[in-house]
């Protein structure tokens, strides 16, 4: 069973910072792609920022400039810093990765999407 765990989320005055980290754990998995998802009160989850492998990075355009996304793919983790955070950045952020396992491949299936549980990343005016 693979699993996600976020780490870093807090209470933080704007423009001040926040490092995010997730982790996957298990046995006999693979990560393709990584990412994060932020949830604000009231609105639907949005895509942050991703990064696959080869190290190619994508990022909304809310986010441009101020958070970076990389990956230690030898701990299977990603993190998220966060720079001139925004009271608007308040949100649950979510790591997401695609993963296939070693049961996946004995069944002939595609991998599949894993979510974590969330961190809370509050940013005050």
């Known amino acids: 069973q693979v699993q996600l765990v976020e780490s870093g989320g807090g209470l933080v005055q704007a423009g001040g910072s926040l490092r995010l980290s997730c982790a996957a754990s298990?046995?006999?998995?693979?990560?393709?792609?990584m990412g994060w998802y932020r949830q604000a009160p009231g609105a639907q989850r949005e895509l942050v920022a991703s990064?696959?492998?080869?190290?190619?990075?994508n990022y909304a355009d809310f986010v441009k400039g101020r958070f970076t996304i990389s990956r230690d793919n030898a701990k299977n983790t990603v993190f998220l810093q966060m720079t001139s955070l925004k009271p608007e950045d308040t949100a649950v952020y979510y790591c997401?990765?695609?993963?296939?396992?070693?049961?996946?491949?004995?069944?002939?299936?595609?991998?599949?999407?894993?979510w974590g549980k969330g961190t809370l990343v509050t940013v005050s005016a």
């Open positions: 997401n990765a695609d993963i296939i396992t070693l049961g996946h491949v004995v069944a002939g299936t595609s991998g599949m999407e894993y």
């Open positions: 298990g046995s006999d998995f693979s990560i393709n792609h």
């Open positions: 990064i696959i492998s080869g190290d190619s990075t």
